[in-house]
């Protein structure tokens, strides 16, 4: 039996619709994918960052893990400051919930 090539713009739709829906076997019953081929997709996804593989080529390879580093470091900011402001709006509203009067 050949094998099916998905593209990674396919791969990735995949992998987002598993993370929103939150089950991958209804998805890939969906998409008349066997399961086991996104957990891969999954795996690989959480392994190098991105389905998509890297390049064979050194200076590329380095080039697109740099890349690929600055993407996560940008967000990892951006997720730092949003717990910064929840944390922030959560001690405020401890503090009025336990003034005794708040006016």
Request: proline letters at 3%; hydrophobic letters at 30%.
């Amino acid at each position: 039996m050949a094998q099916k090539q998905y593209s990674q713009e396919f791969k990735e739709q995949v992998i987002k619709e598993c993370n929103d829906v939150g089950n991958v076997s209804l998805v890939a019953r969906r998409h008349d994918i066997s399961s086991n081929t996104i957990y891969g997709w999954i795996s690989a996804t959480k392994k190098r960052g991105s389905v998509k593989p890297l390049p064979r080529n050194e200076a590329k390879r380095l080039s697109e893990i740099e890349k690929r580093l600055e993407s996560t470091s940008k967000e990892n900011t951006t997720l730092k400051r949003l717990l910064g402001e929840k944390e922030l709006e959560l001690a405020v509203l401890r503090e009025l919930r336990d003034t005794v009067n708040p006016r």
